[in-house]
C-alpha cells in the first residue's frame, strides 16, 4: 500500500507552482502549430506533507494540442519510498468548462480548485512500482470522447487508485486548446557573467566559463540556431580582449563564435548597469568605465616582425605594442548600441533622459507592468519607443530556462504557456531575466517551445512595427538613486585617496566598474547589502595607509632621529609625506619627510630632531599627506620626553672623573718615585761607610 509523504520532489513542484501561479497574474497570448516535443507535467495533489510517491500528468505538446485532435496523456509514478507501489489503475479526468481567467488558472494550479465538472477521458491498469522507481502508463483520448472543445485552457487531473492503495496520489494540470491566431513571438537573452573580484573576469574564470562545459558556452549552445535576440554585457568581449595574446583558446573562440552568431544582438550597459538609477541620481551622462590600462600587460600586445635588410638570416624585430582603445575591447559585431534595458522602474522623465544619454531616439525595454495599458510588444509613451515584454510571461519562462530538472521544467513551460493562452495580444515580447548558471538544454527547450503558441519574428521586425499609444507607471521612489549617489561620492575620495599612487587608475579603474556592477539589472534583489558591503571596504580602503601609532621616546641627547612607521597595506607602493609638529619648541624637528612606502609593509622613517634649552614631556604629531595635498589617513601623537640638559651634565660628570683619575695617576706616579728615591738612599748609606 502507498504511504503517503511528500518528498524532494513533491516540495519543489508546489514551490514552481507557487511560483508560477503568483507569476500568472496576468496572461498574454495563445497562438498557433506545435512544433516542439515536450508535453505538460504537473504535480501531486498530496496534502500530507510528508509524501514521496509522486504523480506526473503530462498532455500534448507543452500542454497543447490543435482543436479537434486526440490526446494522449502520460502518467509517471514516482516511488520515492523503501517499499513497493501496488499495482492499480490510473485515470486521467478534464473538466470541460475553460479556466476563464489568470486568477483561475491559479487557484487551480495551486489549489485544485476549479468549476465545473470532470469527465474520464481515460483508465489503464498500473503495473506494480518498485522502491525508488518509476513507471509510466499513457492513456489516449479520441475526439469522440473529448467532444468538440472550443479553444480554451481546461483543467486536466490523474489519480491512482486500488485495491491495496488506501490513499490515492493524484496530479493536476491544464490542457490548452489553440485557436488559428496571427502571434508574433520574440525572445531576448541577457548573457552576462560576473566576476568574482567585481571588477574584470580573469584568465581563470574566462578558462572555466568558456570551457565546453562552461556557463558562457551553454548560453551559447542554447541560443544558437534559434530565433532569440542576444544581449551581451560588453565586459565580456572586453575582458577577453585585454589579456591579449595570454587569453585562453577557449575564450578568444567563444568570442568568435559569438560575433559569428546569426542571432540578433545588442549591448547592454557595461557590467549591465541600470539607466534608470542613474537618471534618477541625476547624472548627466551614463557611467563609463574609467581607462583600462590597469588591466593590459603590454607584453601580450607586442608583435614581432623581420628587420629589413639584405642579410640572408633576417632576425626577428620586436615592434611596439599595439593596444586597442577601450571601444575597440567592448565592441560586438553587428550589435546594436541605441537599446536600453534598465529595470521597470523608469518614468517618462527617465526617457527623455535616455535619449540625452545617447544623443538619439532609442529603444527601451520595460517590461509589462511599467504601462497602463499594452495590446502589443511595441508601444509609444510620449514620442519615445518602447519595447514591452510580457512580465508574466517572461517570470514564468526565465523560471523554465533556469530548471535542469527535466519535468520541473516542462511543468513550469506548460503553466506559462496556459497563462499566455488567456490573453491574447498581436505579439509578444519574452525577455528571459539575467541568469548566469542556465543549462543550454534548458535555455533552448524554453526558447523552441515557445513556437507553440507563435511565429517567432526577429526584434528588428518587432521594432519597424507601428507602436502603439499608451501611458508609463514609473516608480517615484529615489532610495537607489540615493545610494548611488553615496556610492559616487565615496568614488570622489577614492580619486583624492588615490594621489599616493604612481597610477591612480589602478586602484580607481577597478572601482568604477565594480559600482557599475552593483546597480546592474540583473543585481537588483541584493544592492542593499552589497552597496552596503562596497562602502565598508571602501573605507577600509582610505584607511589603509596611515602612521602606526608610536611608542614613548626619550631624548636624552642635543640631536637624534626620531623612528616613525607608516603603514602600507595596498598591493601597490606609495608616496606620501610625513608632517611632524612639536607640541612646544623645546623640541626641533624636520617638519616634512619624504616617504616611499612599499606595499603591504609597514616603512621605517627616522626623523631628525634636536632637543633646545629645557626639559620636560610634549607631544609631536604625526600626519600624512599626498603628493597633491590631500590628508591621508588617521593622525597619530607620540609622547617625548626631553632631557636635553643631561648630556651636558652627564659630560661633566664624566670630565670630572677623568680629570681625577688623572689626579690620583700623578699622585701616586709621584709617591711611588719618593719611595723609589727612599730606598736607593737607604741603600747607599751603610755603603759609604
Not at 535616455?354 to 532609442?362: C, R, S, T
Request: glycine residues 8%.
Amino acid at each position: 500500500m502507498i504511504s503517503p509523504r511528500n518528498g524532494r520532489r513533491a516540495r519543489a513542484h508546489r514551490g514552481i507552482r507557487g511560483a508560477l501561479a503568483a507569476a500568472i497574474a496576468v496572461g498574454a497570448i495563445a497562438a498557433g502549430q506545435l512544433i516542439a516535443p515536450a508535453s505538460a507535467v504537473a504535480d501531486v495533489q498530496t496534502p500530507d506533507e510528508d509524501a514521496v510517491v509522486e504523480l506526473s500528468l503530462t498532455a500534448g505538446i507543452h500542454g497543447v494540442v490543435a482543436p479537434d485532435a486526440p490526446v494522449t496523456a502520460t502518467v509517471t509514478i514516482d516511488n520515492g519510498t523503501d517499499a513497493a507501489v501496488a499495482a492499480g489503475r490510473v485515470s486521467v479526468e478534464i473538466n470541460k468548462t475553460p479556466l476563464a481567467d489568470a486568477a483561475a488558472l491559479t487557484a487551480w494550479l495551486d489549489g485544485g480548485d476549479a468549476d465545473g465538472a470532470f469527465t474520464s477521458i481515460g483508465v489503464e491498469d498500473s503495473d506494480e512500482v518498485a522502491a525508488a522507481q518509476t513507471a509510466s502508463t499513457t492513456i489516449s483520448a479520441t475526439t469522440t470522447v473529448l467532444g468538440k472543445l472550443p479553444a480554451g485552457v481546461y483543467p486536466i487531473r490523474a489519480l491512482l487508485t486500488g485495491p491495496e492503495i488506501t490513499e490515492s496520489p493524484g496530479a493536476t494540470s491544464v490542457l490548452v486548446v489553440t485557436a488559428e491566431k496571427d502571434l508574433q513571438l520574440t525572445v531576448v537573452v541577457p548573457i552576462t557573467a560576473t566576476p568574482a573580484d567585481g571588477s574584470l573576469l580573469s584568465a581563470e574564470e574566462l578558462t572555466a566559463l568558456t570551457a565546453p562545459d562552461g556557463a558562457l558556452t551553454a548560453q551559447l549552445d542554447g541560443v544558437a540556431g534559434t530565433s532569440a535576440a542576444i544581449a551581451i554585457d560588453p565586459l565580456i568581449p572586453t575582458a577577453i580582449r585585454a589579456l591579449g595574446s595570454a587569453a585562453p583558446a577557449d575564450a578568444t573562440s567563444w568570442l568568435a563564435r559569438l560575433e559569428s552568431l546569426s542571432n540578433e544582438r545588442f549591448t547592454l550597459q557595461p557590467g549591465d548597469a541600470d539607466a534608470t538609477i542613474q537618471a534618477r541620481a541625476g547624472l548627466p551622462e551614463l557611467l563609463r568605465p574609467l581607462p583600462l590600462s590597469p588591466f593590459i600587460d603590454q607584453a601580450n600586445f607586442v608583435d614581432t616582425g623581420e628587420a629589413e635588410g639584405p642579410t640572408p638570416s633576417p632576425t626577428p624585430t620586436e615592434l611596439e605594442p599595439e593596444i586597442p582603445t577601450d571601444s575597440e575591447l567592448g565592441a560586438v559585431r553587428d550589435a546594436e548600441t541605441d537599446i536600453l534595458w534598465p529595470l521597470g522602474e523608469a518614468r517618462t522623465a527617465d526617457l527623455e533622459t535616455f535619449d540625452e544619454y545617447l544623443d538619439a531616439d532609442i529603444t527601451t525595454i520595460l517590461p509589462s507592468s511599467s504601462v497602463a495599458a499594452e495590446s502589443s510588444a511595441l508601444v509609444e509613451v510620449d514620442g519615445h519607443r518602447i519595447l514591452v515584454t510580457d512580465a508574466v510571461a517572461s517570470a514564468a519562462l526565465s523560471e523554465a530556462a533556469a530548471t535542469a530538472d527535466e519535468s520541473d521544467r516542462e511543468r513550469t513551460i506548460t503553466a506559462g504557456i496556459a497563462g499566455l493562452s488567456l490573453v491574447p495580444h498581436s505579439s509578444l515580447l519574452i525577455g528571459l531575466d539575467r541568469n548566469e548558471t542556465r543549462t543550454a538544454d534548458a535555455l533552448r527547450e524554453t526558447i523552441l517551445s515557445l513556437s507553440s503558441i507563435g511565429a517567432p519574428t526577429s526584434l528588428s521586425a518587432l521594432r519597424s512595427e507601428e507602436p502603439a499609444s499608451t501611458t508609463i507607471v514609473g516608480d517615484t521612489t529615489t532610495a537607489r538613486a540615493d545610494a548611488l549617489k553615496d556610492l559616487l561620492a565615496d568614488e570622489v575620495r577614492l580619486t583624492s585617496f588615490a594621489s599616493i599612487l604612481d597610477d591612480p587608475l589602478v586602484l580607481l579603474s577597478p572601482e568604477r566598474i565594480e559600482i557599475m556592477r552593483l546597480i546592474g539589472v540583473g543585481t537588483a534583489s541584493v544592492f542593499a547589502p552589497g552597496t552596503g558591503a562596497h562602502r565598508t571596504q571602501t573605507t577600509v580602503t582610505l584607511n589603509s595607509v596611515g602612521v602606526q601609532q608610536p611608542s614613548p621616546v626619550q631624548l636624552f641627547t642635543a640631536a637624534a632621529p626620531l623612528p616613525v612607521w607608516v603603514r602600507n597595506d595596498l598591493p601597490w607602493p606609495v608616496n606620501v609625506t610625513l608632517t611632524s609638529t612639536p607640541s612646544d619648541a623645546r623640541l626641533d624637528i624636520e617638519p616634512l619627510t619624504a616617504v616611499a612606502a612599499q606595499p603591504a609593509s609597514n616603512t621605517r622613517v627616522k626623523v631628525p630632531v634636536s632637543a633646545r634649552v629645557g626639559s620636560g614631556v610634549l607631544d609631536v604629531r604625526f600626519s600624512l599627506t599626498s603628493p597633491t595635498g590631500v590628508h591621508i589617513g588617521t593622525d597619530q601623537t607620540a609622547k617625548v620626553t626631553v632631557r636635553a640638559e643631561w648630556e651636558g651634565i652627564g659630560l661633566g660628570i664624566l670630565g670630572g672623573l677623568i680629570g681625577l683619575l688623572l689626579i690620583l695617576g700623578i699622585v701616586r706616579t709621584i709617591v711611588r718615585r719618593r719611595k723609589d728615591s727612599e730606598a736607593d738612599a737607604a741603600t747607599e748609606a751603610p755603603a759609604a761607610e
